[in-house]
């Protein structure tokens, strides 16, 4: 069996007496796409930063390609350079055109050349449909077309592992679709990706795994076909009806 790109073991996470993290334990498979679902403030997004260590867990480890993630500063760069996120609110530099934000991070902290880097932020923004786009200004894009930008941005560092926190939460829902595009084509390239989202059939057609998190605790895990559409936990079931009637509103 292939050794996974990811895996966390009990992790745990705090925030003062507040236990958001309670031991979980998740594995990313090289190439697999891992869907995370639960319901709002079950700790998602902060599973998600401990994965990139944008957040430092309290307990537990955290092993890359098979190794413990070590202490030190450089250590913790290295690892936030090869897996990537991708926000609910894009961040964009708003003060940097499109091609800008692109190059900003592999100039500043692989020291790339403006060239070199902008042949690649070329053929990205192409990928991501936006190749008009290169100076256009963060603020005059739509949702959707700051999203895809932002996609680009984080592909620009090549990251071995790609993170979507809630990627299309943030859109009008005729936007969703050029966004779960983009992450599709990605899919299907085999990038590795962890995704929270609350879109079900995407969810089912383009992920792996689903892992069901409630209260700080993975509660239930397998393939979308299981997880989706045969939960076996009653908190499964209550959070995928809630999110079903919430779409069809
Ligand atoms: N930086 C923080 N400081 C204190 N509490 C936080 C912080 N970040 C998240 N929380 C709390 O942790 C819980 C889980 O948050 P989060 O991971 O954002 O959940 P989700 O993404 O599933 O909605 C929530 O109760 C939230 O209020
Ligand atoms: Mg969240």
Redesign the pocket.
Known sequence: MDVPLIELQKVTKN?GS?A?LRGVDLRVRPGSVVAII?P????????LRCMNFLERPDAGQLFFRGRVLGEGAEILRAHRARVGMVFQRFHLFPHLNVLDNLLLAPRVVRGEGREEAARSAHILLEKVGLSAMAGAWPESLSGGQQQRVAIARCLMMEPELLLFDEPTSALDPELVGEVLGVIRDLAEEGRSMCI?THEMSFAREVASEVVMLDQGVVIEQGPPAQVLGNPQHARTRTFLKRVLEHSRE
């Open positions: 925030y507040h958001v639960g709002s403030g079950c700790g998602k997004s902060t599973l929270v």
